[in-house]
């Protein structure tokens, strides 16, 4: 599965959109780009995912460059509650290809 | 939808014990289970794959036989510590991927084991 980069910490406030970037310059066709985030001392939550066009659920936006080497997590009105670690994960789509493999995500600090 | 529990969220035991941690899947099957461990101020690593009725699949560096996983229905998995020492102490976690479903992986709250 292809490496992602992130920033490892970002701040935003209270009521703003946060928006949260991540390079996956190796990725190749058939993987995915997932969204999970992880507040402290819980499981990962699942946010969002995409193969190659924007995404929007109930809680977030997925922003896919036309090449795919990065994306932009969109929290469109942040509160306090986002304040958690967002990781960035690229899996391949293959049916039992099914490993996540964690790096070390972006600490997003949401300030009142 | 998809909620995975795991029980008991907290536990401490003394140094050479045993400690057996719990996965359900409560609204779901799940053919795959995955269990992980975290440190603190670390990133969460994959530990073993757990599949329903055969053999788990452990990641390189992880003691199949220190750690026991059990995936005897299609929603409970269960990972074993045995004789536990306290470099043991973590987060567990685990997580699910519904069968037949998409291959989106629903995690469970994790469990705190201290061993003294």
């Known amino acids: 599965d292809a490496k992602t980069t992130q920033p490892p910490s970002m701040d935003c406030a209270e009521g703003r959109a946060a928006n949260l970037p991540c390079n996956h310059s190796?990725?190749?066709?058939?993987?995915?780009v997932y969204w999970y985030r992880q507040i402290h001392s819980q499981g990962p939550q699942y946010i969002i995912h995409?193969?190659?066009n924007n995404e929007t659920n109930e809680m977030a936006s997925l922003i896919i460059t036309e090449d795919r080497k990065s994306s932009t997590l969109i929290l469109p009105h942040a509160t306090l509650r986002d304040t958690a670690v967002y990781y960035c994960i690229v899996r391949s789509g293959i049916q039992g290809a099914q490993k996540l493999v964690f790096g070390q995500g972006t600490r997003l600090t949401i300030n009142p | 939808g998809a909620v995975v529990s795991q029980h008991p969220s907290r536990v401490i035991c003394k140094s050479g014990t045993s400690v057996k941690i719990e996965c359900r899947s409560l609204d779901f099957q799940a053919t795959t289970m995955f269990w992980y461990r975290q440190f603190p101020k670390q990133s969460l690593m994959l530990m073993a794959t757990?599949?329903?009725?055969?053999?788990?699949?452990?990641e390189q560096g992880v003691e199949k036989d220190k750690f026991l996983i059990n995936h005897a229905s299609l929603t409970l998995s269960t990972l074993t510590v045995t004789s536990a020492h306290p470099e043991d102490s973590s987060f567990y976690i685990c997580?699910?991927?519904?069968?037949?479903?998409?291959?989106?992986?629903?995690f469970g709250p994790g469990t705190r084991l201290t061993v003294l």
């Open positions: 757990s599949n329903e009725g055969s053999k788990a699949t452990y």
């Open positions: 997580s699910a991927n519904p069968s037949g479903g998409t291959d989106t992986q629903y």
């Open positions: 995409g193969l190659k």
């Open positions: 190796t990725i190749s066709g058939n993987e995915y």
